[in-house]
């Protein structure tokens, strides 16, 4: 039983190391996605620490880490990738001592990833000398602009209409030289001033959206996964598609919904950004809640099914998110489910 048990712990260590390793050469080679692996490594951290892998959650944040640093990436950046899974460890460690709810440590994982990533949006607009989704816009104009291939990328924008033409240059011909287009000069100073206008508008609101699908969907999956890893071999431990939310917290979205719209109507910009983040916190509570919908009314009748019935949740997520949205606002009132497994406990 102990050679047995040896066998396993050392398999176990290889995998460790190998997640390990390919973490670190991916974030190396392609130092970008460092940041967003960061916010990622929740959802492997959290579970493992659950599963009693202690050293294991504590060591992989320092993979993305590290090889951001030895790449030559910004010192702040990188010790802030650290901050969404420590900070998210912290929350699995207070759920597993305190007992507390899967929805509890769902809000704390998420929170984590929240703070993290808008410490990460103010630095990167330190880096770049301003608010981060105008500068993101200016250099990405400044970087097409001084491309041979800009005119050839704001032919293709205005060819799927991305861009529209002025009507003063309705008439104004564009020069092919195989995969190069080159345009009037005058023209395509007007079509980049139209781009850095869409990058502007663009970021201001797509971003927000994206930080907060991305935070609760994390949140949500990291403490299931950890949630289920404690309870793991009991009979009691929660699926997705059994969710539902509790009074009090159909109350407190009823109340994000208010600040929503009263935010909406400052002109201040720190208030605008935070009626845009309201807004994808609470629209994107209900598409997840409408995905377990549709998931556990597809499993009735054949539940071996489920991770099936997940991935077409997931492409109408992300293809068609306003009818998730709807699914999970109407069984808030008409309980398409009827009685499910898993409660939330009523406060």
């Known amino acids: 039983m102990d050679a047995t048990a040896t066998r396993s712990a050392w398999k176990r260590n290889l995998w460790q190391g190998l997640v390990f390793a390919a973490l670190w050469g991916v974030t190396y080679l392609f130092t970008p996605l460092a940041p967003f692996l960061s916010l990622l490594l929740a959802l492997l951290v959290c579970p493992a620490f659950a599963r009693g892998d202690v050293w294991f959650a504590v060591c992989l944040p320092l993979a993305p880490a590290s090889a951001f640093l030895l790449s030559g990436g910004d010192l702040i950046l ?4 650290l901050s969404s899974p420590y900070l998210s460890l912290l929350a699995t460690s207070l759920g597993n001592r305190r007992r507390l709810n899967l929805h509890a440590q769902a809000v704390a994982v998420s929170a984590a990833f929240v703070v ?10 330190a880096m770049l000398g301003g608010v981060w989704y105008t500068s993101l816009a200016d250099v990405a104009v400044r970087t097409l602009e001084h491309s041979a291939m800009g005119g050839s990328v704001l032919y293709r924008l205005v060819s799927l209409g991305i861009l529209s033409l002025p009507d003063a240059y309705a008439n104004t011909y564009a020069l092919k030289l195989g995969n190069l287009v080159l345009l009037d000069p005058a023209l395509q100073r007007e079509l980049l001033n139209m781009l850095r206008l869409r990058l502007n508008e663009g970021l201001a609101s797509w971003v927000p959206s994206l930080l907060m699908q991305g935070a609760l969907a994390t949140g949500l ?6 949630v289920r890893a404690r309870g793991q071999g009991t009979s009691d431990a929660p699926h997705f598609r059994d969710l539902q939310l509790s009074r009090a917290e159909q109350g407190a979205l009823f109340i994000l919904c208010i600040v929503t719209l ?4 400052a002109g201040n910009s720190f208030l605008s950004l935070v009626s845009a983040l309201a807004y994808a916190a609470f629209s994107a509570v209900y598409q ?6 549709l998931i556990s009314l597809l499993a009735r009748r054949h539940p071996e099914r489920a991770v099936l019935y997940g991935f077409l949740a997931a492409f109408i997520y992300l293809a068609f998110p306003i009818v998730l949205f709807m699914l999970g606002l109407i069984d808030q009132f008409v309980h398409l489910r009827g009685e499910t497994p898993y409660h939330p406990k009523e406060e």
């Open 78 to 81: 990188g010790f802030l990738a």
């Open 262 to 265: 009263l935010a909406a109507f």
């Open 116 to 125: 993290s990533a808008l410490a990460m949006l103010t630095r990167l607009g």
């Open 221 to 226: 999956f990291a403490a299931l996964s950890s």
């Open 288 to 293: 997840l809640l409408g995905a377990a919908v």
